[in-house]
């Protein structure tokens, strides 16, 4: 979801954005109109993470699959070796193409588990000689999260923090890179976000190609080339209602609150089932499944006579999943929850 107050703001300016006659779409990325909105969603953005001075805040293209191949590229500076955890899919994914460009150290994996809990640090083989570690921080498939930033020492840690970015407040300080995809948490798809500490970008391999390159973005402001203007002409508005609704304390007390109505329904419900350990189950993405999966179907058409949306799981594993990103109104998690209860009682 993206909050219905940022979708109306954006309906309110869609002919004519601030008295310049243009929708945002049809203006060049370099007139002053567009300056200003991107320099907005910079230091808005900036203001609600608290990211330190000495880290860039680059708006880019590629997704989050874009950035498996980009880190290794710009951040092994000569290095021929980078640790990575094996926690789900998107781990899985992007040391598949780490291995492109260097040697892969496994440092913990939990595909034993079938990817229902994070490895237990006693079992973490860190490499003091990796260029970086790189963690997954919510598997958003499997609805596992890391309850605590990995301590890797002077190891610079790379986080994809594609579906939890903003979802609480984060120590932006502990990283050498953030990188997340905007379309779970932040705004439309076709934007990516890096940030990213200054020392480590300069040293890209030479075949890396331009407009991959963090040190000519970051010269350039994110503008080598075109930027998604319209992406970011709405992350900026997300930015702006994350302000006015009291920052990510705020966000991460709401968020909290919502993840553990919706684990207590199911875990009491002796209906349903969310497979992964307490202590590493997402806030943003649970997974859940039915003790009868006959039921799936009819669970599903229930469930959207009710309104309730895009609840199948993901297709590699099946069941369900709610996914209550930050828009998502505790409204909506307590019309799920009494939508699953009507609908264990009638079918028990
Ligand atoms: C969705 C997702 C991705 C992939 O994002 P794209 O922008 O589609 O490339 C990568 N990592 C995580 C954790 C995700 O949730």
């Known amino acids: ?3 219905t107050a940022v979708i109306q703001q954006a309906e309110q300016e869609f002919l004519d954005w601030n008295g310049s006659g243009m929708n945002v779409m049809e203006m060049s990325h370099r007139g002053k109109e567009f300056t200003s909105i991107a320099n907005k969603a910079d230091a808005d953005l900036r203001e609600v993470m608290a ?3 000495n880290y860039k805040v680059l708006f880019l293209q590629g997704g989050a699959s874009g950035q498996f191949s980009s880190i290794p590229m ?3 500076r000569g290095r021929t070796t980078a640790d990575y955890f094996n926690t789900g899919q998107w781990s899985k994914k992007a040391i598949q193409e780490a291995k492109r460009y260097c040697d892969v150290n496994v440092v913990a994996s939990s595909e034993e588990n079938n990817f229902s809990t994070v490895p237990s640090k006693s079992a973490w083989k860190l490499n003091p000689d990796a260029a970086y ?3 997954t921080a919510n598997e958003t498939i499997g609805g596992v999260e890391f309850d605590d930033i990995p301590d890797t020492g002077d190891v610079p840690l790379v986080v994809d923090l594609s579906s939890t970015i903003l979802s609480r407040p984060i120590d932006v300080s502990r990283f050498g890179l953030i990188y997340a995809g905007a379309q779970k948490n932040i705004g439309p798809a076709g934007l990516t976000l890096v940030i990213v500490r200054d020392d480590l970008i300069g040293n890209a391999i ?3 190609p331009i407009t991959l390159d963090y040190k000519i973005q970051a010269d350039n402001d994110s503008m080598y080339n075109t930027p998604p203007t319209y992406a970011l002409y709405i992350a900026g508005l997300v930015f702006q209602w994350l302000k006015k609704l009291g920052g990510l304390k705020a966000m991460g007390e709401i968020n909290q609150r919502k993840a553990e109505k919706l684990y207590s329904a199911i875990d009491n419900s002796g209906f349903y089932q969310n497979p992964v350990e307490k202590q590493y189950r997402s806030w943003m993405n649970i997974p859940f499944t039915l003790n009868n999966a006959d039921l799936d179907a009819a669970f599903l058409a229930g469930a959207k006579t009710a309104g309730l949306l895009t ?6 594993v099946g069941g369900m999943r709610a996914s ?3 828009a998502m109104p505790e409204e909506g998690v307590d019309a799920l929850i009494s939508y699953m209860q009507k609908f264990a009682k009638q079918n028990r």
């Open 51 to 53: 990211i330190p001075e």
């Open 324 to 326: 209550i990103y930050n």
């Open 206 to 208: 030479p075949s890396t």
């Open 1 to 3: 979801m993206i909050p």
């Open 74 to 76: 710009n951040l092994l």
């Open 133 to 135: 570690v790189h963690y």
């Open 311 to 316: 609840l199948k799981g993901h297709r590699s």
